[in-house]
């Protein structure tokens, strides 16, 4: 079992909104700060969205004021909801800590999940 499992991801059409969901588990959550990124074709990936443990958070200017990310310690669940999508928000969306969680000696990333935004 992975230990950051994205979903939520699916096609929706300009404007519509989406929650994707990491999880992972209550102590990858609770001691670290969460990220999402994401990988559009063709780019590399790119952070967007982060949450300290302090639930401070920072968003990526094209973003701003659209996604909310969100924590549940106890659900060991990273959320970020997506309001008003873009065509240009379309990638795969990845959940990480910060810094990058490794595991034996390497950077781990999970499967991600795919949002698709049409015109």
């Known amino acids: 079992q992975g230990q950051l499992v994205e979903s939520g991801g699916g096609l929706v059409q300009t404007g519509e909104s989406l929650r994707l969901s990491c999880a992972a588990s209550?102590?990858?959550?609770?001691?670290?700060?969460m990220d999402w990124y994401r990988q559009a074709p063709g780019k590399q990936r790119e952070l967007v969205a982060r949450?300290?443990?302090?639930?401070?958070?920072w968003y990526e200017d094209s973003v701003k004021g659209r996604f909310t990310i969100s924590r549940n310690n106890a659900k060991g669940t990273v959320y970020l909801q997506m309001n008003s999508l873009k065509p240009e928000d379309t990638a795969v969306y990845y959940c990480n800590t910060y810094p990058i969680y490794r595991v034996n000696g390497y950077n781990y990333w999970g499967q991600g999940t795919q949002v698709t935004v049409s015109s």
């Open positions: 209550r102590s990858i959550v609770s001691q670290n700060d």
């Open positions: 949450i300290t443990t302090g639930d401070s958070t």
